[in-house]
């Protein structure tokens, strides 16, 4: 196994500490939000997403971005919807599985072109490997999108 695998962390139990510490402690929502957030960093020149949960490293993924002629863009943001199945409008109906949407029709999703992970390689959206974007859009969706920020990098 390499350095880049996902480590396993079984969602249900992170949410389920989380929230039920969230609640018995009465925690304000400044502290409450740091408890439970759930942060994807980017990183383009490593073509890397570390995912942290609640402050923790939890997964670390290969990624393709932007192609040549493409551009990611970088910044933080938090996603604004999610698709188990979503199909671009702008390229052709290429299928986006387990899609994330953090700015305009950028999205974090599925990619069949595993062999790309790890070099540059989309129209600019952040590609996982299917069983991490699985995992990845399970986070999302436990956490809730108010509690997701996707910071992308240099």
Same mark, same amino acid.
């Given at each position: 196994m390499t350095a880049l695998t996902a480590r396993f962390i079984n969602i249900a139990a992170i949410a389920a500490t989380g929230f039920s510490l969230m609640l018995a402690a009465g925690n304000a929502p400044a502290e409450a939000s740091v408890s439970n957030e759930v942060v994807?960093?980017?990183?383009?020149?490593?073509? #890397?997403?570390? =995912?942290?949960?609640? !402050? *923790? $490293?939890?997964?670390?993924?290969?990624?393709?971005?932007?192609?040549?002629g493409y551009v990611t863009p970088t910044g933080s943001w938090k996603p604004y919807r999610m698709?188990?199945?979503?199909?671009?409008?702008?390229?052709?109906?290429?299928?986006?599985?387990?899609?994330?949407?953090?700015?305009?029709?950028?999205?974090?999703?599925? #990619?069949?072109? =595993?062999?790309?992970? !790890? *070099? $540059?390689?989309?129209?600019?959206?952040?590609?996982?490997?299917?069983?991490?974007?699985?995992a990845f859009y399970t986070l999302v969706k436990t956490f809730g999108q108010q509690n997701t920020r996707i910071v992308i990098v240099q």
């Open positions: 994807a960093r980017v990183q383009l020149s490593t073509q #890397t997403m570390q =995912v942290s949960v609640g !402050g *923790r $490293p939890t997964y670390e993924w290969k990624v393709s971005t932007a192609g040549k698709h188990e199945m979503w199909y671009s409008k702008k390229y052709d109906n290429a299928p986006m599985p387990h899609s994330v949407f953090f700015t305009g029709g950028y999205a974090v999703h599925a #990619t069949p072109h =595993v062999k790309n992970l !790890g *070099r $540059p390689a989309s129209h600019g959206c952040i590609r996982l490997h299917p069983t991490n974007a699985e």
